[in-house]
């Protein structure tokens, strides 16, 4: 079994069209994220939610929109897509607690906006 | 969080010890030292994390220096397969929000 199942692992589309890639764990976390990395290989965070509230909301484009059904899942949806969206966006998890935190990321989805 | 700094680059013949340097000497008390990996196109793996003392996994050792402004990832055997980029992070544990830097791209080889 996957522990952190991103679909679709590859996303290619048209620039202005909107799109939603959907993230699922099954390791019984509270908490999960969105990160970007970019062409550069730069892996930046862009959200968090803790028992589906947003608790990490990094410089991100209000086209950008994540919905959390259920702390098992965290969707991220893209409205009016821009060709600088073209990256490899990964979910991840953890436990949130009073010590360190481990994140288990996803394989990634791979955007291209032609 | 506090900066680290590793080299961009390291080889290391397979079956050899890799060692993999970070600086971060700015680091607060309260923040712990992780390391993660990239195998290419691939999401990044935990691979271990430390606050004071040496740890040992499965995977890896980490040696934190005393004063704890630097710190070394030892793969005692490294096989082809540890090929990647090796990200060291200094971050609190509560409401975290890994920072991943450039990281060091360590290459085994035959």
């Known amino acids: 079994d996957t522990a952190v199942s991103q679909t679709p692992k590859y996303l290619v589309t048209q620039m202005g069209n909107d799109k939603s890639i959907k993230c699922e764990q099954n390791l019984g976390h509270d908490t999960m994220y969105w990160y970007k990395q970019d062409s550069k290989k730069f892996l930046k965070i862009m959200f968090s939610y803790n028992n589906k509230e947003l608790i990490i909301n990094e410089t991100v484009p209000n086209r950008f929109s994540p919905k959390s059904p259920d702390k098992a899942h965290l969707n991220l949806h893209i409205n009016s897509l821009e060709l600088g969206d073209s990256a490899v966006y990964f979910c991840?998890?953890?436990?949130?607690?009073?010590?360190?935190?481990?994140?288990?990321f996803g394989s990634g989805t791979q955007l291209s906006v032609l | 969080d506090a900066k680290t700094t590793q080299p961009p680059s390291m080889d290391c013949a397979e079956g050899r010890a890799a060692n993999l340097p970070c600086n971060h000497s700015t680091i607060s008390g309260n923040e712990y030292v992780y390391w993660y990996r990239q195998i290419h196109s691939q999401g990044p793996q935990y691979i271990i994390h430390?606050?004071?003392n040496n740890e040992t996994n499965e995977m890896a050792s980490l040696i934190i220096t005393e004063d704890r402004k630097s710190s070394t990832l030892i793969l005692p055997h490294a096989t082809l397969r540890d090929t990647a980029v090796y990200y060291c992070?200094?971050?609190?544990?509560?409401?975290?929000?890994?920072?991943f830097g450039t990281g060091t791209r360590l290459q085994v080889t035959l």
């Open positions: 992070i200094a971050e609190t544990g509560t409401a975290s929000k890994l920072t």
């Open positions: 991840a998890s953890s436990q949130m607690g009073q010590g360190a935190e481990k994140l288990f």
């Open positions: 430390g606050l004071k």
